[in-house]
């Protein structure tokens, strides 16, 4: 276990130094650059750009610019936001909880629903409810978010006036409720398509595990159906969950883009894409290291847990 | 006729500030159209006795740099001139309103030296920092030399470069030597916003001071905090030494898509739609909403084609000049722009001093285009388009893609063109590579660009139109057109030395004929943007000659 623990840092360390050779590259080359939107900015001219260009270091060529930042970087030094010159990690961190907050309420919202709506769509299997629930996430799966965020805010905000047209709170008050308050509709817009994607894996999962042998030896026995499909079907048809689930932790801190923009939340996916726009290009490649070390983490952990969770795995 | 129409409407405008210290106005405004402007109506409403309420800006772009001086966009200087002072601000009408200083210096009133080399400056006595440090001329010479200090990132250096010897006569007054006369220069001190020196000394480096994010200014509103990606909170300074500040809190909120922008403020959760405002397509809805003021307001930018004239095909003037008769100019502006913005000749807005208001106006005619050309000598090469000397009359035209509404103008003008025998590509390009190299260093064959050509309320149009501003030749400056006309280049030096304003306007009254004759640029429309403020929000005053229209959120209040 150890020794492939050990293995598999060693690879990942490998992986995460060559994302952020091709990162760096790509975005460095991609024409454009941090300082191009202010050219139709009025009163700067074409020298005062030169000289900032030289002030930021960006006239050096490319191999110099990235041995400095990995140098930086290695020594915990993310580098400076190019838009409101603060550290990196402080830029991200102050991103981050506004996306879990997010997150987490969508995830536990598609794992609840979706895994109840797969159970029982599984054991009801070609019954109405199951129909219903097919055809609902296919539904769900083909609606644009975009879209959707905007119905939900005009039925339920501008006609309603139920629920705020958006923002994580309102300023001036920071109470629990007002923030649940606001959470609401983002939420379940994004629960959305989550719901759809995890109650048909969970469907899948369950029909998997339902027709298999230990199911009918267990049938045999004598088991109360309710013990026989949450005590053994369940358990074992949660095993494929936990890969998901790992798949799907990177999602959970590099935000959704989406649901961030219609209900202005100020989240990941949204610093990504200002950023981007900006080309900021330490915040950028920050947003991408962490994102690497997310999905390699998230990996990682699915292995283990899948390991744990099922005796016949084993990691050596 | 444009001229005379927004005279009357500055006669129809009553001064408030000058009201209101007589105690005889206070009345909502109410927009009375686009050359009108806003117009105090009787109903009595007067600002609180002490600040109260909040307003919440909405702004589709975030302000993120708080030095006033470094390098910034658009948006932040929204956030500057309620954190912070000029030693005066831009007016409505392009005028400068004294704020730290108490006079514009000029040569009538002894400011100015004859020769325009000699600058005092007299400070108001009762400022403020928002700390309790009493604001002094150490802090405007401090100022001055910290965009000169070649460590600091300044943003825009022009005109500061040539200030010498700064003299601190008295806490109240100061002096300065120009290395040579510059007119605009008090127009670019009127977007220079003064910086604490007290605190701004201590730090090592200005660069990542904690002052740029958590800044101290003598504004009417002081910092209170900013939640990135989110918003921006201010509160009133009650020590301010103008008007106001009425308002207890004022909020930037961050709103990066327009229609949830637009959504919000119907809903009431945002007062002021800043920056690009509305969209022009919910005008006529935004127009009817109850509880709402929606109207365009005016903005300094010329909406124009750009001409590459280093390429063979535009060094006629004759093939200019046909382009302009075959563009149908109004059905672009009622078809695609809904009407808004103002068809114009010239390059600068038309609120400007320097305005002239007589050029030869536009009339769309094919015919007279397509006879101009056949004179040139392009004749048809066989496929319906012109040609000359082996020139074929064919380029692109390249702007920013996903802007929706240029691409439907260029597809319009792309129909107009052909119909002269031009032919028209379309390239469009993301921001940052369309106005990087492509852009600055001439790449490009056209343009649709929006121009503001002038320095905030000066007309001086350098940068964009003088032979030495050539990107492409090596020089340092905008003129990507690469436009080279020893007229106009005489012009432009003339109308920078001369400090008289009248015979300024003169000047670039001859400049802006040249130009219309010459046509580097086939100028379209100046821009009108669509904004909303919340019924009972006094005081909102669109001006051109600033960024961003909550440039006097000091004087607004709620009358409700």
Known sequence: ?316 | MDDTMSKQGSLMRPNRRRLMAMGLSGGAAVWMGPKLGWVGTAEAATPPEKPTGQAVIGMSQEPTVFNPLMLHIEVDEGVYFNLFSPLWRPGPDGNLIPDLATEIPSVANGGISEDGLTWTIRLRDNVKWHDGTPFSAEDVKYTIELINNPDFRAGRRAGHELVRDIQVVSPTELTWKMAEPYAPYPAILSWTFIVPKHILEKEADPNTAAFNNAPIGTGAFKWVERVPGDHITLEAHQDFHGDGPYLERIIFKYIPDMTVLYTQFQTGAVDYTGIQGITPDKYEEGKALEGRVVQTVPQPFIENIAFNTGLPVFQDRAVREALLYGMDKQSIIEAIYYGLPTPTESFLPSQSWAYNPDLPQHEYNPEKARQILEEAGWVDSGDGIRAKDGVRLEFTNSTTAGNTTREQAQQFLQQNWLEIGAKMNISNLPPAVMWGEYWMMSKFETAMVGIGFGIGPDPDATDFLHSKSIGAKGGAGQNTTQFSNPEADKLLEEGAAVTDQEQRAEIYKKLQEVTRRELPYLPIFQYAMVQGIKAGLENFKPNFAVQENCWNANEWYFSS
């Open chain 1, 1 to 316: 276990m150890g020794r492939y623990l050990l293995g598999r840092l060693g690879q990942n360390l490998v992986l995460l130094w060559l994302v952020s050779m091709i990162g760096f590259g790509v975005l460095y080359l991609a024409p454009g650059g941090p300082l191009s939107q202010f050219a139709l900015v009025p009163g700067m001219s074409q020298e005062d750009i030169a000289r900032i260009a030289a002030q930021m270091g960006l006239d050096r060529p490319l191999p110099v610019q990235y041995w400095e930042w990995f140098t930086r970087l290695l020594t915990g030094d993310w580098g400076r936001s190019y838009r409101d010159s603060q550290p990196v990690l402080h830029v991200i961190g102050s991103h981050l909880w506004a996306t879990l907050e997010l997150m987490i309420a969508a995830i536990l919202i598609a794992v609840l629903l979706g895994g109840w709506i797969g159970v029982m769509g599984a054991i009801r299997r070609y019954s109405f409810f199951d129909y219903l629930a097919t055809i609902g996430a296919m539904v769900a799966l083909s609606i644009p978010t975009f879209w959707f965020g905007l119905v939900t805010i005009y039925i339920f905000s501008v006609k309603l006036g139920w629920l705020p047209p958006g923002n994580r709170y309102t300023v001036g008050d920071g109470s629990f409720w007002n923030y649940l308050h606001h959470l609401i509709a983002p939420a379940l817009v994004l629960a959305l398509v989550e719901v759809a994607i995890w109650s048909r894996y969970m469907r899948a999962a369950m029909l998997d595990v339902i027709n298999q042998d230990f199911v009918r030896t267990a049938r045999a026995k004598g088991l109360p159906e309710r013990q026989i499909l949450f005590r053994h079907a369940l358990r074992n048809a949660l095993i494929p969950m936990i890969t998901l689930a790992g798949l799907q932790m990177p999602t959970l801190l590099g935000g959704a883009l989406v649901t961030e923009t219609v209900f202005t939340w100020p989240g990941m996916g949204r610093l990504f894409l200002d950023s981007l726009g900006y080309r900021d290009y330490p915040v950028v490649m920050g947003i991408l290291m962490f994102t690497a070390v997310m999905v390699l983490l998230g990996n990682l952990l699915a292995d283990l847990l899948c390991a744990v969770a099922d005796p016949r795995i084993r990691l050596d």
